[in-house]
């Protein structure tokens, strides 16, 4: 791992981001280890300071000044955000239409023809999220450059059609669930993106994170 994804785990680390446990991600597979970003990003100047790592990461890897970062609501957000601020480019998010599950740009978000354009989340497992978003963009006439992300968790191989960084990239396993040992060991599941803000008491919680 760089001196740069250590320092990047350790602040994940000490704000209690590392959990470890039985969670359905997003992508709908089930995993030993959830990255709660959200947790990282509540300090503000760290937000600002990872923005900065993930935008210094994209302008040594694409070609071109960067216009226009894109993210998915919710979870990359405000990365996002902050790596658009870092390279002097607008934020703009998608978000999933209720009914169609589909990524849509919504709140009278625009793309400029040619708009030279990132992807930018706070985790990526499959790449599936980043693709998506991909492919908006480029239907809506959006030149994408590349994607980046706080987190790889696919040991590299998420593979999203333009080139892509990450801060920290991890090989954590996952599982669909028919073939989850977690299940079958009778392990509890949570899905932490969407728990309330009590902590559950299945869940490890570190006194930092209690504390913070
Ligand atoms: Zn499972």
Do not use: W
Not at 169 to 184: D, G, I, N, Q
Request: aromatic share 4%; net charge neutral; hydrophobic share 40%.
């Amino acid at each position: 791992m760089t001196p740069q994804a250590e320092s990047v785990m350790e602040m994940f680390r000490s704000s209690g981001a590392y959990l470890e446990g039985h969670f359905r991600l997003t992508s709908g597979l089930h995993s030993g280890a959830y990255m709660q970003c959200a947790l990282v990003l509540q300090y503000p100047d760290t937000a600002e300071k990872l923005g900065r790592m993930l935008a210094r990461e994209l302008r040594q890897n694409v070609n071109g000044e960067i216009q226009a970062v894109a993210s998915p609501a919710l979870g990359g957000m405000i990365i996002g955000h902050e790596v658009a601020r870092a390279l002097g480019a607008r934020h703009i998010f998608t978000e999933r239409d209720p009914a169609t599950r589909q990524m849509k740009l919504r709140r009278g978000f625009l793309l400029r023809p040619g708009e030279a354009a990132v992807v930018v989340e706070d985790v990526i497992t499959t790449g599936g999220s980043t693709q998506e978003v991909v492919d908006l963009l480029r239907a809506g006439g959006a030149r994408v450059l590349g994607a980046g992300s706080i987190i790889d968790r696919s040991g590299g191989e998420a593979a999203v059609g333009v080139p892509r960084v990450a801060l920290a990239t991890l090989r954590v396993a996952s599982y669909e669930e028919a073939a989850c040992p977690l299940c079958r060991s009778g392990v509890p599941i949570v899905k932490p993106g969407s728990r309330p803000s009590e902590p559950d008491p299945g869940l490890p919680v570190t006194p930092d994170s209690r504390s913070a």
